[in-house]
């Protein structure tokens, strides 16, 4: 067995030196130094890769008693729910792509939370516009949507799992009773959101009489958890979605500050998790597939890989700033059709075919060019849309999240990015797990300039996401690489980066995971500091673009599959992040 614990601390290390220019503006290498450094974890049999030691463990466990990748990502995620609280949990929900080895299948699970079905849609108008107006719209019972991940995982565990239901629960179970340390990621994290306490579970959990955070190595156990995961082990899904937790959820959204939530029992009751078809696109001969609407990354991520195809990246290298500009303009043009035309495609019409039409990409790439940028991308109009028919809707999206890819003994793959939005999403917490915010993804206003928002509030409607659950494939349709991301709307650079460094740049998973992050969402080009990528920031300036150099919160986890079957994991070296195998 081999094991690679990846510390949240590696993250602050700099890179020593500096670097001159080649005359093309390449940045001259250097030898790899701190997280850089860091080798693959490799396995022959099965792999997890994930954001806390504790959920890799379990999984592992489950993969060793023989479960599937499902079976062992439902393991981790509630362990996940215990240990990394203010990043997922079954009050939130969760995007799911599965890959049937034998039956050469791929496919999406939707567990996105709805919007209730008597929500106002003017509910957030007043609170548009400011910052702090939209924190108080984060912290509102009317930011709580209907939780989708437990129904998706049992959908999931019912089509693909090996073990019985309420063995995948065990872990968790046992861990919350018992309690585990504290973490330092977790411990800074409630230093920045006191206001967590206001919550009394909350409160007696994570914080000490003197009102502060319990001190990293404190244990905390989390019975209210146990005793919930204990009901929905027994009762299924339903467990969750009727009865008193469903009344506790409800009574929860109707108090506390800012506006009350519109969420009823009926609501709950009626949540369904969908099976959709993945998205997929070609990329130097490799298939590339996602999730689609109401998720924006698969999209996004495979037509800003598309608009870069015809350039030569892998020449100039990993590190050369011509090839940032040209991957940031390519993100510029992608995230400026995202931000129009991509929705629940349950309430909207979404033109994912005319997006990832080989032509619209080739037209569209014509915009990506060596000169000077000029102000923001505009989006296109892709084949089968009117011109016009939508406005071009802004939603920001908080990084706060958790991803994990997993192979198992048969080769079948889950990559789950999981989510309940804000860092402790809501602050609303019952039985022992916090709610979700995810209804501030929608837009707050319906229309701009007279054009409806594709992503404006609707009751039963899902908000858009950036969540990039991503698998890709390579000759034959053999599974190469499993990779995914939190990280707010910055998901989909994160994971376009990630698949050329690894197709592009022969880069293996952990160096092109633990690489300094580069990346547009259409305003101008954003380094991530104390990197090698912030060194660039001189030489794209003088290429004409808008930089900012800044710190990013991603928590990449992936598993490359080398031709001769050895599994290669990476684990993102800015979180508290493992891979383990055998």
């Avoid at 093309?24 to 701190?34: C, F, K, L, N, V």
């Avoid at 979700?436 to 039963?460: C, H, M, P, V, Y």
Wanted: proline share 6%.
């Amino acid at each position: 067995m081999v094991r690679g614990i990846l510390s949240s601390g590696i993250a602050a290390l700099l890179l020593l030196g500096s670097a001159a220019a080649h005359a093309q503006g390449r940045i001259d290498p250097e030898p790899a130094t701190g997280r850089d450094a860091r080798a693959p974890v490799k396995s022959k049999r099965f792999m997890a890769a994930a954001a806390n030691p504790h959920a890799v463990r379990a999984a592992v466990t489950i993969l060793k008693s023989g479960g599937s990748a499902v079976d062992a990502a439902i393991a981790a995620q509630l362990v996940l729910n215990l240990v990394e609280p203010q990043s997922s949990g079954i009050g939130g929900g969760a995007f799911l792509l599965h890959w049937d080895a034998a039956k050469r299948k791929l496919t999406s699970y939707d567990g996105r939370e709805t919007a209730p079905k008597a929500i106002n849609p003017r509910v957030f108008y007043k609170l548009a516009g400011s910052r702090r107006g939209f924190m108080r719209a984060v912290g509102s019972g009317a930011s709580v949507g209907v939780p989708g991940l437990v129904r998706m995982l049992e959908m999931a565990h019912k089509r693909h799992g090996k073990l019985p239901w309420a063995r995948l629960f065990q872990p968790a179970i046992k861990l919350a009773g018992r309690g585990f340390p504290m973490s330092r990621r977790l411990h800074i994290l409630l230093t920045y959101y006191p206001a967590l306490a206001r919550n009394d579970e909350a409160r007696e959990l994570y914080f000490a009489l003197d009102g502060r955070p319990k001190l990293p190595g404190r244990i905390i156990a989390n019975r209210a958890l146990a005793r919930t995961l204990k009901r929905i082990a027994r009762g299924g899904a339903s467990a969750f979605y009727e009865g008193a937790i469903a009344r506790d959820i409800v009574a929860a959204t109707r108090t506390g500050a800012g506006p009350p939530g519109a969420m009823t029992l009926a609501d709950l009751s009626g949540y369904r998790a969908r099976a959709r078809a993945p998205v997929c696109g070609r990329y130097r001969g490799y298939k590339v597939c996602g999730m689609g609407p109401p998720s924006s990354g698969g999209t996004t991520v495979i037509q800003m890989l598309g608009l870069v195809e015809r350039f030569d990246l892998r020449g100039p290298g990993p590190w050369s700033p011509r090839a940032w500009h040209l991957l940031g303009q390519a993100g510029a043009l992608s995230f400026a059709d995202r931000n129009r035309y991509l929705a629940d495609p349950d309430f909207v019409a979404v033109p994912v075919a005319g997006l990832l039409d080989r032509s619209y990409i080739a037209q569209r790439s014509t915009g990506i060019t060596g000169v000077p940028v000029e102000g923001r991308a505009k989006p296109g109009t892709p084949p089968g849309v009117r011109a016009g028919t939508f406005g071009d809707g802004i939603s920001p999206e908080l990084p706060a999240t958790s991803h994990l890819s997993i192979v198992d003994a048969a080769g079948n793959a889950v990559a789950m990015t999981t989510s309940i939005e804000h860092a402790f999403g809501s602050r609303r917490m019952v039985h022992g797990f916090l709610l979700n915010n995810q209804l501030t993804d929608f837009s707050f206003r319906g229309a701009r300039g007279g054009r409806q928002l594709a992503n404006r509030i609707e009751g039963g409607k899902r908000p858009r996401s950036s969540m990039a659950p991503t698998m890709v494939f390579g000759a034959g349709g053999k599974l190469v690489l499993v990779i995914g991301s939190p990280g707010g709307s910055r998901i989909i650079g994160y994971v376009a980066q990630r698949i050329v460094a690894v197709l592009d740049w022969r880069m293996d998973v952990q160096s092109a995971i633990a690489m300094g992050h580069a990346l547009s969402r259409n305003n101008g080009i954003e380094l991530e500091r104390r990197t090698r990528a912030a060194r660039m920031a001189g030489a794209l300036r003088q290429l004409g673009n808008k930089v900012q150099v800044g710190d990013m919160n991603s928590g990449l986890h992936g598993i490359q599959i080398l031709p001769d079957g050895t599994l290669l994991g990476g684990a993102d070296p800015r979180r508290e992040g493992m891979v383990d195998g055998e």
